[in-house]
């Protein structure tokens, strides 16, 4: 998209040789203006005209899901309304000073003990180990079998071959 500038440059290129007067010229650039500004408007009108779409909305219109408060959001929720009635004097800036550091000593509290989650991964790890301690299991007669191709090759060659590949 050109600037209205190089537009009136190109415009003016394009100027034709019968304009021979200031006066014709004049005309000639006013009405670049004129139409220049009626195609802006043009422009404003079908961007106008597009519904913008809304912030709780999807591509299809259709409402999207909030995600859950997190823990931390839920606190907040609970600790401002407790601090707000015992200190009423205290602005928003210090409660949240005070929600901080009482989120704090939550936290390290918590830390001790694993939570939901954690104790979910821990599980999962647990059922892993199970079924890769069932997995070595099934695959261990495999291993025989290829060692009982090993032990017949080694008898297919000469008694002096096999010695030296069991010290190999």
């Not at 440059?9 to 200031?22: C, F, Q, S």
């Not at 005209?49 to 899901?65: A, C, L, Q, S, Y």
């Not at 291993?143 to 060659?157: D, F, L, M």
Request: contains cysteine; glycine residues 2%; hydrophobic residues 30%.
């Amino acid at each position: 998209m050109t600037t209205a500038n190089s537009a009136f440059k190109v415009h003016i290129e394009n100027m034709p040789d019968a304009l021979n007067t200031k006066k014709d010229v004049d005309e000639y650039c006013k009405q670049f203006w004129k139409e220049y500004k009626e195609k802006a408007k043009e422009k404003k009108a079908v961007k106008a005209e597009k519904p913008k779409r809304k912030k709780g909305v999807d591509k299809d219109g259709n409402p999207k899901e909030k995600r859950a408060p997190s823990a931390y959001n839920v606190f907040v929720k609970e600790k401002y309304a407790e601090i707000k009635e015992a200190n009423p004097e205290m602005d928003k800036t210090e409660i949240f000073a005070e929600i901080a550091k009482l989120w704090q000593g939550q936290k390290a509290e918590n830390a001790k003990a694993p939570s939901n989650e954690e104790k979910k991964v821990l599980e999962e790890k647990e059922e892993i180990e199970e079924i890769q301690e069932v997995e070595e299991v099934v695959e261990a007669p495999k291993k025989k079998s290829v060692r009982k191709a090993i032990v017949k090759k080694a008898k297919k060659t000469s008694p002096e071959e096999a010695q030296e590949e069991a010290s190999e």
